[in-house]
C-alpha cells in the first residue's frame, strides 16, 4: 500500500519559515492535503490539493508537490503554529486513504 | 452552523461491539463524501472507512475489513460506524468528518468539517 513519509518533528524560531515534507513515491501526480492539529483538538484542514487554502486559513501557509515531495510551508512562523501537521491523500489505486506518520512544529 | 456530532464512544470489552454516530447539521448532509478517522493514544491519524454521498462505495482500512461497517442515513443526517469484534488496538479517539466539496470525486478531497471526536476504549 501507498506509504507517506513525514520528519517527526521540525525546529523554527518565531518569524522565519518552516517547512514540512512529506514523501512518497511520485506524490506528485497525486493530490495532497494538510491538516493541523493541536492538543485535545480535532484536525484542520490547512492546505487542500496541494496549495490551495480553505477561507480562513492565514496566507502564511502555502504548498507546494513535485516528484517524490510534497511541502507545507508557514512562513512568519508565530508561537500559535506549534502543533502536528498530517499530510493525507487518495490513493485511487488501492482506494485508500492514507494520511502520514505527522510531524510535529517546535516553535522555539 | 456546520458541524458534526459523534456519539457512542465508551469502554468495551474485547470482543464486544459499538456502535458510533455522527450527526450533520448546517449543511445538505447527502451531498458529501463522509469519513471515520481514528487517532491512539498519543498516535497520528488513521483512515478508518469512507463512504459516497448514495453510500454504494465504501472502503475501508485494511485492519477492520469484515469487523466495522460504515452507513448513512440521510434521511436522519446521520453516518455511522458498526464496530464488531473489538480489539484492544482499536482503542482510540474516532472522528468523523466531511469531504471538502459535494462532487462524485470527493474520495479525493481533503477533510474540512470534523467533529470533536468520541473515545473508545477496548479493554
Known amino acids: 500500500s501507498y506509504v507517506l513519509t513525514q520528519s517527526p518533528s521540525v525546529s523554527v524560531v518565531p518569524g522565519k519559515t518552516a517547512r514540512i515534507t512529506c514523501g512518497g513515491e511520485n506524490i506528485g501526480s497525486k493530490s495532497v492535503h494538510w491538516y493541523q492539529q493541536k492538543p485535545g483538538q480535532a484536525p484542520l484542514l490547512v492546505i487542500s490539493y496541494d496549495g490551495d487554502r480553505p477561507s480562513g486559513i492565514p496566507e502564511r501557509f502555502s504548498g507546494s508537490n513535485s516528484g517524490n515531495t510534497a511541502t507545507l510551508t508557514i512562513s512568519r512562523v508565530e508561537a500559535g503554529d506549534e502543533a502536528d501537521y498530517y499530510c493525507?491523500?487518495?490513493?485511487?489505486?488501492?482506494?485508500?486513504?492514507?494520511f502520514g506518520g505527522g510531524t510535529k512544529l517546535i516553535v522555539l | 452552523e456546520v458541524q458534526l456530532v459523534e456519539s457512542g464512544g465508551g469502554l468495551v470489552q474485547p470482543g464486544g461491539s459499538l456502535r458510533l454516530s455522527c450527526v450533520a447539521s448546517g449543511f445538505t448532509f447527502s451531498r458529501y463524501w463522509m469519513i471515520w478517522v481514528r487517532q491512539a493514544p498519543g498516535k497520528g491519524l488513521e483512515w478508518v472507512a469512507n463512504?459516497?454521498?448514495?453510500?454504494?462505495?465504501?472502503y475501508y482500512v485494511d485492519s477492520v475489513k469484515g469487523r466495522f461497517t460504515i452507513s448513512r442515513d440521510d434521511t436522519k443526517n446521520s453516518l455511522s460506524l458498526q464496530m464488531n469484534s473489538l480489539r484492544a488496538g482499536d482503542t482510540a479517539v474516532y472522528y468523523c468528518a466531511r469531504a471538502l466539496s459535494p462532487r462524485a470525486g470527493g474520495a479525493y478531497d481533503g477533510f474540512d468539517i470534523w467533529g470533536r471526536g468520541t473515545k473508545v476504549t477496548v479493554s
Open positions: 493525507q491523500l487518495w490513493d485511487n489505486s488501492s482506494d485508500h486513504v492514507v
Open positions: 463512504i459516497n454521498q448514495d453510500g454504494s462505495k465504501k
